[in-house]
């Protein structure tokens, strides 16, 4: 099993920026590396929607068209953890962000959330006008 816990959220003005972490723990210290992590948020009375995702096998970030080029995924497997650097924020952006794990070794899409088996709490972002 894998635990998933959100960090970093708040309120923050437009414009300004935010830095997201999401630490897993379980029976997962030695194989974080194999796992597709990904970042979704939902926003009051909207459906849950893909944010960003790192693959376990190129390790290479993709990102929903609307927080390209403002927000960045990395991942340190040494600290099993992910992180989600949010800059220029719209008050848009406002939502309950979740950190997400697939199943290891998971060679299909990472934009859906059935895609994924582990699910943090959520970290609420509020962007200001």
């Known amino acids: 099993q894998v635990q998933l816990v959100e960090s970093g959220g708040g309120l923050v003005q437009a414009g300004g920026s935010l830095r997201l972490s999401c630490s897993a723990s379980g029976r997962t210290f030695s194989t974080f590396r194999t796992y597709t992590m990904g970042w979704f948020r939902q926003a009051p009375g909207k459906e849950r929607g893909f944010v960003a995702a790192?693959?376990?096998?190129?390790?290479?970030?993709y990102y929903a068209d609307s927080v390209k080029g403002r927000f960045t995924m990395s991942r340190d497997n040494a600290k099993n953890t992910v992180y989600l650097q949010m800059n220029s924020l719209k008050p848009e952006d406002t939502a309950l962000y979740y950190c997400?794990?697939?199943?290891?070794?998971?060679?299909?899409?990472?934009?859906?959330?059935?895609?994924?088996?582990?699910w943090g709490q959520g970290t609420q972002v509020t962007v200001s006008s």
């Open positions: 997400a794990a697939t199943k290891p070794y998971y060679g299909g899409p990472y934009s859906y959330g059935l895609d994924y088996n582990y």
């Open positions: 790192i693959t376990w096998s190129d390790a290479y970030p």
